[in-house]
């Protein structure tokens, strides 16, 4: 069972006590199929993600405080406080690569047949793949606080160095500001289509969002999310970075065959290059760019016209999300623009089909380690 609600527990930041009872009905989904003398040894885990972090600590805590009075009191299941927590964002990017190898029947195999996961969501993107032994050893140590570059995991009977960093502010909405703050000019942004006139709100954060008379212009709004992106700053101090001086896990055979997902996904269906009835599609980072090169030429009413599945609030930043997207596999994270990539929103497992998200890699690593 694969159940998505939305908004998400960051969306009631001024209530915690409703964030928390968002939850019974997915509790409630849990309970239809978990039979009633097995629930009391069910264990119900909650992870938070990018969008809880960036609330803040005091704000974040609240919400799970509640979350956690809601499951003592109401829930049929095995709960302990320290299983309702913020995942950190190399856990959500380890996790995603669990979920997508286990599904893929990797596994138990060696790190080279197994395949890469770039995971774009709103608040952070994560990038996770299996290094071999001796690069781990080579991997940078980080300052007190931060995550680190490795993660030691043992699946099925075989130990995996993965490689695994998240980015956060670098998830599609959370780039969006990022994009806007790098603007140029502060009443107008080339990435934004002509004929819109707006702000965008992120977290605490309020930008102006409007396009300018002469409409999105490709080029330009490229250049802003390289900028935004911070390509060449910091100095790379290792080997090799992607952007942002982040080292970049040194490459190899773990790496070769990438698994891209969420809202890389979603906006390839979106904008008409992928099949949105299709749980896997085969396609080359420049169809990105192909992709925002025709939908940056467009007002507003046309894209509306053009882009019939794309939500009313999303389409004014249409150019800008797959311009971004686009810019981040190819400057960020230096992937080739003519690579074969493969877009996943389920994979096939079986005779059904299993959304590629993180929750269930959650499941199968205590499932693992217990």
């Known amino acids: 069972l694969i159940t998505l609600k939305k908004p998400g527990l960051s969306s009631y930041a001024k209530d915690p ?23 009391e040894q069910t264990p119900v885990r909650v992870g938070a993600t990018a969008g809880l972090r960036a ?49 893929l029947e990797k596994l138990g195999k060696p790190y080279s047949h197994t395949v890469g996961v770039v995971d774009l969501g709103g608040g952070s993107v994560q990038m996770a793949y299996a290094i071999s032994e001796k690069d781990a050893a080579k991997a940078p140590q980080v300052s007190d606080g931060e995550d680190s570059y490795v993660k030691k995991l043992v699946l099925k009977g075989t130990t995996y160095y993965l490689y695994v960093h998240s980015y956060l502010h670098y998830g599609l909405l ?35 969002a409007s396009g300018s008379s002469s409409g999105a212009t490709y080029s330009k709004c490229r250049a802003v999310a390289v900028r ?102 190819v400057d960020g994270f230096g992937v080739d623009p003519y690579q074969d990539i493969t877009l996943v929103k389920k994979v096939p497992y079986g005779n059904s089909f299993v959304e590629a998200a993180w929750p269930l890699g959650s499941a199968i690593e205590v499932a693992s380690s217990s």
């Open 17 to 39: 006590q409703e964030a928390a009872e968002s939850l019974v009905s997915l509790l409630e989904e849990a309970e239809k199929v978990v039979p009633v003398e097995l629930r």
């Open 228 to 329: 935004a992106l911070k390509v060449d700053e910091p100095a790379c101090t290792h080997m090799k970075c992607t952007f942002g001086g982040v080292w970049n896990g040194g490459g190899g055979d773990g790496q070769k065959n990438l698994f891209v997902a969420s809202f890389f996904y979603d906006r390839a269906a979106e904008a008409g290059f992928v099949n949105p009835k299709a749980a896997v599609a085969k396609v080359k980072p420049s169809d990105f760019e192909e992709a925002a090169r025709r939908v940056c030429k467009l007002n507003v009413k046309e894209a509306h016209a053009t882009y019939p599945d794309v939500s009313e609030e999303d389409i004014p930043f249409l150019c800008m999300d797959l311009v971004y997207q686009h810019t981040l596999l």
């Open 174 to 208: 959370a780039a969006r500001a990022e994009i806007l703050k790098a603007s140029e000019r502060s009443d107008y942004s080339n990435c934004m289509l002509d004929g819109y006139h707006g702000k965008y709100q992120y977290g605490d954060d309020t930008f102006e």
């Open 55 to 103: 609330l803040g600590a005091e704000r974040s805590e609240e919400i799970l405080q509640a979350v956690r009075d809601l499951l003592r009191d109401k829930s049929s299941f095995k709960s302990q406080p320290d299983w309702v927590s913020v995942l950190d964002g190399s856990q959500e990017g380890a996790f995603a690569w669990v979920t997508i190898n286990y599904l």
